[in-house]
């Protein structure tokens, strides 16, 4: 299977700044995509940035300008900048991977298990 960890997390104060980095153990599969999604408590889970295979098609939700995605697609490594948070941006972070194994069609969808970002006023 696919495993995915993450670090980074943790409580800073408003306006300040976390780096969110994931690591996916791929042996025996193809990843398709890979990114970050949040969920804030009583709140649906969110895409917030995405890898694919091709770096001219990656993705990245607006978050006002304030986040950025980067890392190796091949190497399964996922990144998130994260400059000026506001209390808003309060929130369980995942990791997702949507792998195949080799010489099979079907999609199967893989989260860690989160690192939880405060963002204090």
């Known amino acids: 299977q696919v495993q995915l960890v993450e670090s980074g997390g943790g409580l800073v104060q408003s306006g300040g700044s976390l780096r969110l980095s994931c690591v996916a153990s791929r042996t025996g599969f193809t990843i398709d995509r890979l990114g970050w999604y949040r969920q804030a408590p009583g709140k649906q889970r969110e895409l917030v940035a995405q890898l694919r295979g091709d770096s001219t098609n990656n993705v990245v939700t607006s978050m006002d300008g304030r986040f950025t995605v980067s890392g190796d697609y091949a190497k399964g490594i996922i990144y998130l900048q994260m400059n000026s948070l506001k209390p808003e941006d309060t929130a369980t972070y995942y990791c997702?991977?949507?792998?195949?194994?080799?010489?099979?069609?079907?999609?199967?969808?893989?989260w860690g298990q989160g690192t939880q970002v405060t963002v204090s006023s």
């Open positions: 997702n991977a949507v792998a195949r194994r080799f010489g099979r069609s079907q999609l199967i969808d893989y």
